[in-house]
């Protein structure tokens, strides 16, 4: 069964940057897709950014495109993604989420995934 693990979450001040990892284990990531979304208080869920599983094919939120990037290492069965120049906005627990796909699939639609971790907490704050 695969299992994800978040990590990287904290508190930074606006124009900060932070590195979250999403660690899998119980299963290679070699064949998921993988996307990060993110949820704050008395807000629908948002998905942030997505890759596909043969890391050719990327989807980035228009709220976060050009800001936050999303990677993976394969070898290290983990998916990072980068967050720069963050803005209070962007406070929100953060989860990733792992769906079995061939290829260039990718998704930002929370329905479209079986795998979840238990997020991170990133605060945007001075």
Not at 24 to 34: E, M, P, V
């Amino acid at each position: 069964q695969l299992q994800l693990v978040e990590s990287g979450g904290g508190l930074v001040q606006p124009g900060g940057s932070l590195r979250l990892s999403c660690a899998a284990s119980g299963r290679t990531l070699d064949y998921y897709a993988i996307a990060w979304f993110r949820q704050a208080p008395g807000k629908e869920r948002e998905g942030v950014a997505c890759i596909s599983s043969d890391s050719t094919s990327t989807l980035y939120a228009d709220s976060v495109k050009g800001r936050f990037t999303i990677s993976r290492d394969n070898a290290k069965n983990t998916v990072y993604l980068q967050m720069n120049s963050l803005h209070p906005e962007d406070t929100a627990n953060y989860y990733c989420a792992a769906e079995g796909a061939a290829n260039n699939w990718r998704s930002l639609d929370a329905n479209e995934y079986d795998s979840w971790g238990q997020g991170t907490q990133v605060t945007v704050s001075s």
